[in-house]
């Protein structure tokens, strides 16, 4: 691989994590974290603006302009582009804060549901009483992700759903290659783990 197509996964790499995460963070803001397609879309399209003027990017504007028009056009889902991004790195191993992304994204497919961030003190437990609840329980996210993106404190999952789901839940962290889980609370509706890195 030449060491400009090396920089250029790298930089797309960055700018698709930093897409991501602003996402996530973007819904400890809202007191409905459920985004179709279309609002997630325009959420990420405007944070990707200002890259595409800026020089750092340049080996990489053309695929940006490309997936903000498509975004536009609805054409994509510009998460799930993002996601992509992540995983075209050229390293065999992946940061763990690219791989807790893909965990949840994961879970968020397999559930039918969206991922809630909630401190443990204002996490809603009623939340789409319905369906399931997936909330990862933190102060600060970033606070359990170092500087190179390495897992550096354990987080905290609280899960709401029927033995099915919670299978689902449980087996596709059980099956993760990076992480585990150690089970803090479990009754008939709820499970609270902790996930930490698999040793």
């Not at 691989?1 to 698709?16: A, C, D, K």
């Not at 099915?164 to 449980?170: A, D």
Request: one cysteine or more; hydrophobic letters at 40%.
């Amino acid at each position: 691989m030449s060491t400009s197509n090396s920089e250029s996964i790298q930089l797309l790499t960055e700018v698709s994590l930093h897409a991501l995460l602003f996402l996530e963070f973007h819904k400890l803001d809202r007191k409905s974290q459920v985004f179709d397609r279309e609002k997630k879309n325009e959420l990420l399209v405007r944070w990707l603006k200002p890259k595409l003027k800026s020089n750092k990017y340049k080996s990489i504007r053309k695929q940006l302009k490309t997936m903000s028009l498509q975004a536009k056009k609805s054409q994509v889902d510009l998460e799930d582009v993002l996601l992509t991004g992540i995983e075209a790195k050229p390293e065999a191993l992946q940061p763990h804060l690219d791989s807790y992304l893909l965990l949840i994204r994961e879970l968020e497919k397999k559930l039918g549901t969206t991922a809630l961030l909630s401190t443990p003190e204002k996490v809603d437990l009623s939340h789409d009483e319905n369906g399931c609840l997936l909330c990862v329980l933190s102060n600060d996210l970033n606070a359990h992700f170092g500087s190179k993106n390495q897992m550096i404190a354990d987080v905290s999952i609280l899960f709401r759903g029927t033995i099915r789901e919670k299978h689902l839940f449980l087996g596709a962290i059980y099956a993760n290659e990076i992480f585990a889980y150690q089970i803090q609370y479990e009754d008939d509706s709820f499970v609270r783990i902790m996930l930490t890195l698999n040793k």
